[in-house]
């Protein structure tokens, strides 16, 4: 499929240049590695004019939406408001911010044929987003039915993200969590840090390789991003469907959405907008070392003077890869 097609075309270029360097007896020698340093707050640096995060290779780095009673999100807190809990254990926070950082942004539409009438609306909504969003974030498009297809590449003009939205076939099936798993991958080889997908379909998969369990699984394996669903699914859709875009989006930090109507679409993107752009980043170093492996679960509670209640979103878990950094809800790949 194209999608996974330009992905293996660009691990064999990668490859290439890799080996033409070994080669070259005019390269310079690598530098000495770096000593150690302890963890510290994850610095923002620019790279191509692009923002990019340096994480400590053993901080596990969260991002995390606060919303109180009212499901208002609260925006005020300090560090000393949170507390971070891996496998049961409370873990020492070793960074801590809160600001409006650029975000590579996935936006997968359902293409299918039932899907063909909400078009117009969903495009809409999802360039409101785009437009509600960081100016400095990176969006690609993946347009999918029985298979998926990436119309257009990170990009911040809208124009192009325009076109892309409009090149629909509106037929055939659903392959909604094969889709999930290429775009999530394909958000791995953006330049920025922070990761999410909007996901919007009227339907239940009926077409793809992998189930909803494997889907999650691979999400949590390559410490996935936050991901974002809308379900247009009517009253005449079985309940799994919308189980399915609740369960994608719970456990990945993020929020699924079931409008009553595709008036109350484009009011959703912009909350999404504003979710993202208003989320804490946390990050802590593991009392576990990341070479024993295995799923590490997670949960962030948050207390704070003039609430009762806080409630926290954050991804419910990921991976430990021995030697590498693990990227929390919306985080991006794992930094060697």
């Known amino acids: 499929?194209?999608?996974?097609?330009?992905?293996?075309?660009?691990?064999?270029?990668?490859?290439?240049?890799?080996?033409?360097?070994?080669?070259?007896?005019?390269?310079?020698?690598?530098?000495?590695?770096?000593?150690?340093?302890?963890?510290?707050a994850p610095a923002a640096d620019k790279e191509n004019g692009v923002f990019v995060f340096r994480k400590n290779v053993d901080?596990?780095?969260?991002?995390?939406?606060?919303?109180?009673?009212?499901?208002?999100?609260v925006t005020t807190l300090d560090r000393d408001a949170f507390a971070v809990f891996e496998d049961g254990q409370e873990q020492r926070i070793t960074s801590f911010r809160h600001e409006d950082i650029p975000v590579d942004v996935g936006i997968v539409i359902d293409d299918s044929g039932s899907m063909r009438d909400k078009r117009s609306a969903v495009n809409q909504a999802a360039l409101n987003l785009v437009r509600a969003s960081n100016p400095q974030d990176e969006v690609f498009v993946?347009?999918?039915?029985?298979?998926?297809?990436?119309?257009?590449?990170?990009?911040?003009?809208?124009?192009k993200l325009q076109e892309a939205l409009e090149n629909i076939d509106s037929r055939g099936g659903t392959a909604l969590y094969d889709a999930v798993i290429a775009s999530a991958d394909h958000l791995n080889s953006g330049k920025l840090d922070k990761k999410v997908l909007l996901v919007v379909t009227d339907g239940e998969d009926n077409a793809s390789r992998d189930n909803l369990e494997q889907t999650i699984r691979r999400l949590?394996?390559?410490?996935?991003?936050?991901?974002?669903?809308?379900?247009?699914?009517?009253?005449?859709?079985?309940?799994?469907?919308?189980?399915?875009?609740?369960?994608l989006a719970e456990e990945t930090g993020g929020i699924?959405?079931?409008?009553?109507?595709?008036?109350?679409?484009?009011?959703?993107?912009?909350?999404?907008?504003?979710?993202?752009?208003n989320q804490y980043t946390i990050g802590y170093k593991p009392s576990k070392p990341q070479s024993d492996g295995g799923f590490r679960t997670v949960k962030v509670t948050a207390k704070a003077h003039g609430f009762s209640k806080l409630e926290v979103r954050t991804r419910s878990g990921y991976y430990a890869t021995p030697g590498r950094a693990a990227a929390g809800a919306a985080g991006g790949p794992s930094q060697p």
């Open 220 to 247: 949590q394996e390559m410490n996935s991003p936050t991901v974002y669903t809308i379900g247009l699914l009517g009253d005449d859709h079985p309940h799994r469907a919308k189980r399915a875009l609740q369960r």
């Open 256 to 277: 699924a959405y079931f409008p009553k109507n595709l008036s109350q679409v484009d009011a959703i993107t912009r909350e999404i907008a504003r979710d993202i752009r």
């Open 142 to 159: 993946v347009n999918f039915s029985e298979e998926y297809w990436l119309d257009q590449d990170f990009t911040s003009s809208i124009p």
């Open 1 to 40: 499929m194209r999608l996974r097609n330009r992905l293996l075309l660009g691990l064999l270029l990668v490859g290439l240049v890799l080996t033409l360097g070994a080669q070259n007896p005019q390269s310079p020698p690598a530098p000495p590695p770096a000593a150690a340093a302890p963890a510290q």
């Open 59 to 73: 901080e596990v780095v969260l991002h995390a939406t606060v919303v109180d009673d009212h499901q208002h999100l």
